[in-house]
């Protein structure tokens, strides 16, 4: 029984960490390409270390947020990542642990430096216009340059774009800013939208697959929309071109954050440091079109220019206050929905 037993012991101790019984951490991210660059890239290199199962929960932003809100202090999620906004509601109600065990979130450019140190960029993307290369060139149209294009009376019937539980949130300020205004002066914004640009509007879509379907079928000429949405329907043969605005675009960016109190923090530390590591930021810009955060990532050409890369592009996007979007964007929702899509 002792030989059995020592040969057992040797067994266990010499058997690769995935022969062993894993440890399970729950990883909350986006769907689509994401999700992809995620499953098939980033997340087999740490189970391959680790020896952790790391199990992918897909969904949006703000449904991310909201589950973390209800079991907060008993999730399951030890990690999550949303959008910068929805972080910031994830800062406010204290779901956010600290970073101190994560070194990589020094090597960040600071705008992906989030107050409090509880959260971390890992992924720039801007927010502007995008639009139908040859529907523009059948219409003799000059590219768009400016967010007031969109209330040009002859895109009447071709602009499409988010509700304002999606980019809506993000042109509406965008506008304001266009015509004086800001997130605490937002009337300027609003009134753009009611009187210039909404009686151009099309749809209000969400979807990135019908917003997609309706640009590259010329159903729709001008939209607002993300870069990383464009480079992917560009890279699947649609005609499109994405336009950064004189008055600036607004900056976008994937965070993550260790959920505090969530079992299993230290190996959720690790593998933010993984997603923060230049091998996985590579793999973020090649597969789903975000610009590294990590300073010291270097891109080759053919991708750097399909994507925000160093610190100038970075720090050339609009930061959109959030503290005073999240604290306005009830009012706002409600004003839009009486308002503005009608």
Known sequence: MRTIYAVLTVFMLSAPPMARSAETLYLAGFGGSFQKAFEERIIPAFEAKTGTRVVYVPGNSTDTVAKLIAQKGKSDLSLAIVDDGPMYQALEQNLCASLEGVPAAKDVYPAARMPGGKAVGFGFYAIGLAYNKDGFAKNGWKAPTSWNDLGDPKYKGKVAMGSISSYGMVALPMIARANGGSEEKIEPGFDAMINRIAPNVLAWE???????QMLQTGEAALVVWGSTRVQAAIEQGAPLA????????????????????????KLAQALLEEILSPAAQIVLA???????????????????????????QANALVPLNWTVVNRDRSEWAKRWNREVER
């Open 206 to 212: 969400n979807s990135p697959a019908k917003m997609a």
């Open 242 to 265: 994405f336009v950064y605005p004189k008055e600036g675009a607004a900056a976008g960016m994937v965070t993550a954050c260790v959920v505090n109190g969530a079992p299993r923090p």
């Open 286 to 312: 090649q597969v789903a079109g975000f610009g590294p955060a990590n300073s010291k990532v270097k891109l080759e050409p053919d991708v750097a220019k399909k994507v925000v890369y160093g610190p100038e």
